[in-house]
């Protein structure tokens, strides 16, 4: 990115930090918003020894005010709510992954209408996955103190140095996000970043389920079928009983140990503590039902159960290499990082499916940008 300070004027740092202090406060402020005025939208959060994230501090900012919000007022608060969820107006976020999960677990509420705007700042050119204080710093010639940002948010009262750092994560969204709407329209992609946007938070959401979390075990691929329907409840059981009791995966069972006792299938206690790192504390109470779901796993039909992907074989690698370069010719001819336009893991669906026809991903926008080289994929699929 080449692009020097921007001449766009940039709201100075306010004087004094303002919070809202009460719903009432957070509703009327949102009531005066006008219909097409973005919203500017940051959390701060712990996440040390919990599974769910810990709210700290809501930041919003809007038509040039900017407002911290204890986590106790944004929950009393039903419009802050209607806010988040109404697809009409825009959340300007950064990097909005965390963000999203936290507002699904904590208000249970699925926000719409998101920009994220890393993903913007990518398809403008900046490159994948900038760090807002690097392309703050890049565009507006502010550097940001980013000295707090590991700081305790929970605890109150948060010093100024916390309170000044919070109001800089949202201050510079509104010119960041006229200056990617700007580069956007240039390549005819404005329509492409909410599109985006609200694709990676429903794939973020989707991904949640306890069901389906055991296809992330990349490790497990070497296990046979009935193995990894033996891991599927394991991985499940896993998931809910961390929701259940709020702690970190690795503090109940790792993934390393549901993959070693779904391949040694233990049938007895004795057999489950044999397995190398299985904690004694984990066989006493959660044993006898461990092993309820390694014979569930074992005596149930697995005929539809979709195997976790397998590594690329090295005839597949070659033909990979083969592909990438035509998802390589695009994303360098319209500078969009090729991590963005077309991961690894996306490349490798399309060999395993022997086609681009069908794969959700590769349509929307994407599919415009790859129409080009489409013919091109397909042939080099063909066995």
Same mark, same amino acid.
């Given at each position: 990115?080449?692009? #020097?300070? $921007?001449?766009?004027?940039?709201?100075?740092?306010?004087?004094?930090?303002?919070? $809202?202090?009460?719903?009432? @406060?957070?509703?009327?402020?949102?009531?005066?918003?006008?219909?097409?005025?973005?919203?500017?939208?940051?959390?701060?959060?712990?996440?040390?020894?919990?599974?769910?994230?810990?709210?700290?501090?809501?930041?919003?900012?809007?038509?040039?005010?900017?407002?911290?919000?204890?986590?106790?007022?944004?929950?009393?608060?039903?419009?802050?709510? =209607?806010? *988040?969820?109404?697809?009409?107006?825009?959340?300007?976020?950064?990097?909005? #992954?965390?963000?999203?999960?936290?507002?699904?677990?904590?208000?249970?509420?699925?926000?719409?209408?998101?920009?994220?705007?890393?993903?913007?700042?990518?398809?403008?050119?900046?490159?994948?996955?900038?760090?807002?204080?690097?392309?703050?710093?890049? &565009?507006?010639?502010?550097?940001?103190?980013? #000295?707090?940002?590991?700081?305790?948010?929970?605890?109150?009262?948060? #010093?100024?140095?916390?309170?000044?750092?919070?109001?800089?994560?949202?201050?510079?969204? @509104?010119? *960041?996000?006229?200056?990617?709407?700007?580069?956007?329209?240039?390549? /005819?992609?404005?329509?492409?970043?909410?599109?985006?946007? %609200?694709?990676?938070?429903?794939?973020?959401?989707?991904?949640?389920?306890? =069901? %389906?979390?055991? $296809?992330?075990?990349?490790?497990?691929?070497?296990?046979?079928?009935?193995? %990894?329907?033996?891991?599927? &409840?394991?991985?499940?059981?896993?998931?809910?009983?961390?929701?259940?009791?709020?702690?970190?995966?690795?503090?109940?069972?790792?993934?390393?140990?549901?993959?070693?006792?779904?391949?040694?299938?233990?049938?007895?206690?004795?057999?489950?503590?044999?397995?190398?790192?299985?904690?004694?504390?984990?066989?006493?109470?959660?044993?006898?039902?461990?092993? =309820?779901?390694?014979?569930?796993?074992?005596?149930?039909?697995?005929?539809?159960?979709?195997?976790?992907?397998?590594?690329?074989?090295?005839? %597949?690698?070659?033909?990979?290499?083969?592909?990438?370069?035509?998802? /390589?010719?695009?994303?360098?001819?319209?500078?969009?990082?090729?991590?963005?336009?077309?991961?690894?893991?996306?490349?490798?669906?399309?060999?395993?499916?022997?086609?681009?026809?069908?794969?959700?991903?590769?349509?929307?926008?994407?599919?415009?940008?790859?129409?080009?080289?489409?013919?091109?994929?397909?042939?080099?699929?063909?066995?």
């Amino acid at each position: 990115m080449t692009d #020097s300070p $921007l001449a766009a004027p940039v709201p100075p740092a306010p004087e004094t930090v303002r919070w $809202l202090g009460s719903p009432a @406060e957070l509703d009327q402020w949102l009531d005066q918003l006008a219909p097409g005025a973005p919203v500017a939208l940051d959390t701060e959060f712990e996440r040390v020894s919990t599974f769910y994230p810990i709210p700290g501090l809501v930041q919003l900012g809007g038509q040039g005010e900017y407002w911290l919000i204890d986590p106790d007022v944004a929950e009393a608060s039903v419009r802050f709510r =209607e806010m *988040l969820a109404d697809p009409a107006r825009l959340k300007l976020l950064y990097a909005m #992954s965390e963000d999203l999960e936290l507002f699904r677990h904590w208000l249970n509420v699925a926000p719409a209408g998101l920009l994220d705007l890393q993903i913007g700042a990518a398809m403008a050119g900046a490159g994948f996955s900038l760090g807002y204080a690097k392309l703050v710093e890049t &565009l507006f010639g502010e550097a940001l103190d980013k #000295s707090v940002t590991r700081s305790d948010w929970v605890s109150r009262p948060l #010093s100024q140095e916390q309170q000044r750092y919070a109001i800089d994560d949202i201050r510079f969204l @509104e010119p *960041l996000y006229n200056w990617v709407i700007e580069k956007l329209q240039q390549r /005819n992609l404005e329509q492409a970043l909410a599109e985006e946007s %609200q694709r990676f938070a429903d794939e973020a959401a989707g991904q949640e389920d306890p =069901e %389906q979390h055991y $296809l992330k075990l990349r490790g497990g691929w070497t296990l046979t079928r009935e193995q %990894q329907a033996v891991l599927r &409840l394991l991985v499940a059981w896993r998931e809910r009983e961390c929701q259940k009791v709020d702690r970190p995966r690795n503090r109940v069972l790792n993934d390393g140990l549901l993959i070693a006792i779904a391949e040694r299938l233990p049938g007895s206690l004795r057999t489950l503590n044999d397995i190398q790192g299985v904690p004694g504390g984990i066989v006493k109470r959660y044993g006898e039902h461990l092993l =309820e779901l390694v014979r569930e796993g074992r005596e149930a039909d697995n005929a539809n159960l979709e195997p976790i992907p397998r590594p690329l074989s090295r005839d %597949q690698q070659a033909v990979y290499k083969k592909v990438k370069r035509c998802f /390589n010719k695009v994303a360098e001819d319209l500078d969009i990082p090729i991590e963005l336009l077309a991961p690894r893991k996306r490349i490798e669906k399309v060999l395993q499916d022997g086609t681009l026809a069908g794969n959700d991903f590769f349509q929307g926008w994407r599919g415009e940008l790859l129409k080009p080289v489409e013919t091109d994929i397909e042939e080099l699929l063909r066995p």
